[in-house]
T-cell receptor, first 119, second 114 residues
Framework: GAVVSQHPSWVICKSGTSVKIECRSL??????MFWYRQFPKQSLMLMAT?????????EQGVEKDKFLINHASLTLSTLTVTSAHPEDSSFYIC???????????????FGSGTRLTVV | DQQVKQNSPSLSVQEGRISILNCDYT??????FLWYKKYPAEGPTFLIS?????DKNEDGRFTVFLNKSAKHLSLHIVPSQPGDSAVYFC?????????????FGSGTRLQVQP
């Protein structure tokens, strides 16, 4: 089935540094990638939507200069948290969608998530 | 403004009995609904989905019911097993023109007692 590989699974970084999270679709073309964030015991909140080769569309309240999204190829999308602060500590999850076959899970294939802790 | 709501944060059920998880939504443009199972620090696992043109979809022990007029859907798990213990999220897509991103509810923690 469709698989999205997300790395790293966890990362601890110092305040003020940047962290890059990668999501790769392994057996399908991810024409659209969604990035979510989940705080403890809360829902998954959509941060941004990116289409391959286009600029990402950010949800209201999400700083595009802080959360840089690159979707330069059909198999790779990255989220870079720039100048991270403790309040950015969260669980980040990507979800890929293939316009042709829909990917897995009725069209949405999720990565395994990245636990970011900023100290 | 929460467009997808799961009003029960937790549910406890005896093994072998039915688990019913509920979800309400407010956006009438949603046209596709999904249920996911999730463990901490893992990505969601897809369970079952339903299109807005249907009112029921069944897959093994899992059945999803959709009541469009009430903007309500539910997930039935029969029989419940201890391995079903997890957090369950309902999600909806199609909430706007060309919008296919999923909007998630806040989740319900299901505990199946042996």
């Amino acid at each position: 089935g469709a698989v999205v590989s997300q790395h790293p699974s966890w990362v601890i970084c110092k305040s003020g540094t940047s962290v890059k999270i990668e999501c790769r679709s392994l057996d399908f073309q991810a024409t659209t990638m969604f990035w979510y964030r989940q705080f403890p015991k809360q829902s998954l909140m959509l941060m941004a939507t990116s289409n391959e080769g286009s600029k990402a569309t950010y949800e209201q309240g999400v700083e595009k200069d802080k959360f840089l999204i690159n979707h330069a190829s059909l198999t790779l999308s990255t989220l870079t948290v720039t100048s991270a602060h403790p309040e950015d500590s969260s669980f980040y999850i990507c979800s890929a969608r293939d316009r042709t076959t829909g990917g897995g899970g009725n069209g949405y294939t999720f990565g395994s998530g990245t636990r970011l802790t900023v100290v | 403004d929460q467009q997808v709501k799961q009003n029960s944060p937790s549910l406890s059920v005896q093994e072998g009995r039915i688990s019913i998880l509920n979800c309400d939504y407010t956006n009438s443009m949603f046209d596709y609904f999904l249920w996911y199972k999730k463990y901490p620090a893992e990505g969601p696992t897809f369970l079952i989905s339903i299109s807005s043109i249907k009112d029921k979809n069944e897959d093994g022990r899992f059945t999803v019911f959709l009541n469009k007029s009430a903007k309500h859907l539910s997930l039935h798990i029969v029989p419940s097993q201890p391995g079903d213990s997890a957090v369950y999220f309902c999600a909806a897509s199609g909430g706007g023109p060309g919008r296919r991103a999923l909007t998630f509810g806040s989740g319900t923690r299901l505990q199946v007692q042996p």
